[in-house]
């Protein structure tokens, strides 16, 4: 396993005199509970976890009263073990299974800011209720490409992509690395056997495998926490599920389509009958929407429609499993749809920057596949192409349209450039993308 960027918020939070319960959301496998127990506790005294999943009789520490004082004590009973509130780590894991938990952080971040509470889970997003404003939220996502750079090792390659350095044969070792990404994706097992086998071959395997299990897994899922509380079909869910990289095998133009409801679900066509199973993924970060508006003007929310939206997959890696593409297809970059696969590794590396949802522009022919709103209060378009090719109709239309004080282009290519207005950058740097849009 390999260090993480988001370890740099929970220091940032250690430091504070007083602090709110840190409430780690994301899917399942992405690496929350060892970002917690192993590489952030590894700064305290002594880490105490209670995993609600693997041992659900300690929901009964829970089940009367819910002062701080009162369940350390009796964690302490439990456990036979003892705490101290100013040096060690309490983690909740898998919170999301025991709500009594989940409503007890808002007692230790009112009569005990100065302990260290962590809680984490997958299906935080489902619950029936949550301490609003007594926790501090932060989502994890998979791996992203830098911390990706980062597992290969090479600390030269890192610092020369945090500067967005340019050069042939940095860009030779960077789009290397990229369409490696995007075989491999961000789920950290993956990526720990792809840097941990000795062979090209076993490493496309194991990576292969894992993959496999990742998705049966999610699948399985469905079916535990889809339930009748929840008033979600889990075949429904997973019929959804399937279908994203489906229909991602008929957007062979540069652009993705938007979703399609129709022929999904058999007698299902419209976007309310789909809307509970799709909220379902989009709550437990499987899938995430890119909101297609007419109008690119802050606020972007006031001007979306809920039914106009495309779909991505959380993970690169599991999008093209799910797509059954070959590390080979991925290494010719040759493939039809591979303007998809390039849009969806954008969409997540831009979630990674923390701007949830995203928004495209849609105009007659004319499609931008971002828009990223600056600190200045401005609309910055942000065209994505998986090939080299700079010249991009809908990019002249839209600036002519709106004229915007900037625009950015991320292309296949090492190909560069800056005029007036527009920006091209190689596709692994999209994530600079807030740097760039200042």
Request: charged content about 25%; aromatic content about 12%; some cysteine.
């Amino acid at each position: 396993m390999y260090n993480r960027t988001i370890i740099d918020k929970l220091q940032a939070w250690k430091q504070k005199s007083n602090r709110k319960p840190i409430l780690l959301d994301g899917a399942r496998q992405t690496g929350k509970s060892y970002l917690l127990k192993e590489l952030f506790g590894a700064q305290f005294n002594q880490v105490i976890v209670l995993d609600f999943l693997e041992n659900p009789e300690l929901a009964d520490i829970f089940s009367n009263k819910k002062t701080p004082e009162y369940l350390l004590q009796q964690i302490e009973y439990t456990l036979d073990i003892e705490f101290n509130p100013n040096t060690d780590l309490l983690i909740l894991d898998e919170i999301g299974e025991c709500q009594n938990a989940v409503d007890s952080l808002k007692y230790f971040a009112e009569k005990a800011p100065q302990m260290f509470v962590c809680a984490s889970g997958s299906n935080i997003g489902l619950l029936n209720s949550f301490p609003v404003g007594k926790v501090t939220g932060l989502e994890m996502h998979p791996m992203s490409f830098e911390e990706f750079l980062m597992a290969s090792g090479s600390k030269a390659i890192v610092n020369a992509w945090r500067k967005r350095e340019m050069s042939p044969a940095l860009h030779r070792k960077l789009f290397q690395h990229l369409k490696d990404y995007y075989y491999v994706g961000g789920m950290p097992e993956a990526v720990t056997a792809w840097f941990n086998e000795d062979s090209l071959r076993n490493r496309v395997n194991a990576v292969s495998q894992i993959h496999f299990d990742l998705v049966a897994g999610y699948i399985r899922d469905f079916g535990k926490y889809a339930d009748v509380g929840n008033k979600v079909n889990a075949a429904h869910i997973e019929a959804i599920f399937r279908n994203i990289p489906l229909q991602l095998r008929t957007s062979l133009t540069d652009s993705v389509n938007r979703y399609r409801f129709k022929e999904v679900i058999p007698k299902k066509n419209r976007y309310r009958e789909l809307a509970g199973p799709i909220d379902w993924l989009v709550k437990t970060h499987l899938v995430s929407k890119n909101y297609i508006v007419k109008t690119p003007k802050t606020p972007l929310a006031a001007y979306r429609q809920d039914n106009l939206f495309k779909l991505f997959m959380f993970d690169i890696g599991l999008l093209g499993h799910m797509l059954d593409l070959k590390y080979d297809e991925h290494q010719d970059q040759n493939y039809a749809f591979k303007g998809y696969v390039t849009e969806n590794f954008a969409q997540n590396e831009i979630l990674m920057t923390g701007y949830n949802p995203t928004y495209a522009w849609r105009s007659g022919e004319s499609e931008i596949e971002f828009l990223y709103p600056s600190e200045n209060g401005s609309i910055i378009p942000v065209e994505i192409k998986s090939g080299a090719r700079t010249k991009a109709k809908s990019l002249s239309v839209y600036i002519k349209k709106h004229q915007p004080y900037k625009a950015l282009k991320f292309i296949g290519s090492d190909g560069s450039g800056t005029d007036q207005t527009l920006q091209v950058l190689p596709l692994y740097y999209v994530s600079h993308i807030a740097k760039l849009s200042q």
